[in-house]
């Protein structure tokens, strides 16, 4: 009895507990072909330096150890590989993919940047990475090889568990990327819940949604379709940290969404630029429900050795280019810079380099009789260093290729027009619509997202019922960032990078002084 009792003892005490999974997700997002590490201003760093994050001999580093030691362990990408550095405009995704190809992720999903160039560039991608593209809510036209290329979901077996993946690309994308139109987009939401019951049926019970959507998005997701175990989120350049130093963070890392009867939802995601990578460990009970969690970003910093390998190709590459990117075309005596009233790396209120570069613009549209210029901010993705700016210098600020084009606007749609380009403005991430401006000022409420005060650059109120003439990049004329489309009177023959380079050289400095034409009141 006595030896039954201690039996009854242990397998009361041992089969009471419930069998535990763990799972480590690695993951990236909006990587922007940041293919060396940069600053704060978003200038690529030449030299190792505490100031510098980021970088992919760094990421390679981080990817080969983590999956040395961690036995399940997934390597995810949430989009946007494309755009935003010289790399990409000047050699499109060819680097990104042999580059990406040798880290191994598990799977990507697919970001707006990814149509940049047309579903012609993203098939390109697709053959060099063998990694699985996943997207459930975008149809491809039926000749594209695109379609048998990305799926829906992904079913992967880590530890003899099956896990359920699930792609997700922004609605928005189409409004954003002209080179979209070909595609067809679902509502995120209704298509989760399709492929929620796909997968559970399939008897997949651990979900994970890689999500190009935006943070705000990924929450309402979380909370309105509760099967879902993690979203690893892009789209935003949401940076979640635990970290108290890190005051740029928008929230923990993971956000938490709790469900009523107790189950939750994990959101992870880690700034833009490949900055940070996020490595998140969640352990599963028997059933796949999240029960404990731990993770952080990892920063690729200077105290991460670069992998020889990866950097020697981005050198090699950097010599390809050299000629062109190092052609020098003035010298400044101060930096050009981006918001300086924040750590953040984007253009908004406070931005230099978005007044020199509508202010480019306005000069080569006045002898069209252009009254204003306006840029949208997404468009600008650096500053300009003090001392040698090159051609390289410009296409980091500028890297999209747009084409000034000529509109005609009363004042009162003028300030609908700058009041659309609010309407998603944080103060804490870059708003791509948010409108840069020469020629004139405003005034705007961060709370309700209102102009409170519009004016011409010398103080003069602009007229609701005057016609005024607008020069403006031609993405934005034609329906980009959700703008209205508008008649476009004259486009221009030479690209926005083009003038802004030609003045640079002509000139041999900004069009004028930082004049902080944009306030933002409470």
Known sequence: MRYLFLLFLLCGSVCSVQAEYALT???????????????????????????????FARLKTIIDQTRRQTPNMLL??????????LFYTLRKGRDIATLMQSMDYDAMTLGNHEFDDGLEELQRFSEIVSSPLIAANVSFPPDSPLTQRVQPHLIISKGGIRIGLIGLLSEETKTECNSAQEIDIAPPIETVKKEVEHLTKAGVNILVVLSHIGLQKDQQLAREVPQIDVIIGGHSHSFLSNTPSQTEAEGPYPLVIKHPDNSQTLIATAGFGGQYIGQLEVIFNDVGEVIRFQGNPIPLDHHISADAQTGKAIQDIETLLSDIINQPLMLSLEEIGLTPSSTESFCSADCYIGEVLSDILLEAGKKDGADIALINAGGIRSGLPAGQITFGHVIQAYPFTSYGALIELTGAELKNYLTHGLQQYRSTSRTNAFLQVAG?????????????????????????????????PSFLANGGDGFPPQPIIKTYSQSIRDLIVSHLKEHHRPPSPFSHRISAVP
């Open 25 to 55: 997700l690695l993951h990236t997002n909006d990587l922007h072909a940041h293919l060396k590490p940069f600053d704060k201003s978003v200038q690529d760093c030449s030299k190792e330096s505490a100031r510098c994050l980021g970088g």
């Open 440 to 472: 004139a000022q405003y005034t705007f409420s961060e709370s309700t997202h209102q102009i409170t005060q519009l004016t011409l650059t010398d103080g003069r109120p602009i007229d609701p019922r005057k016609t005024y003439r607008i020069i403006l």
């Open 76 to 85: 995810l990408d949430a989009g946007d590989r494309f755009s935003g550095t």
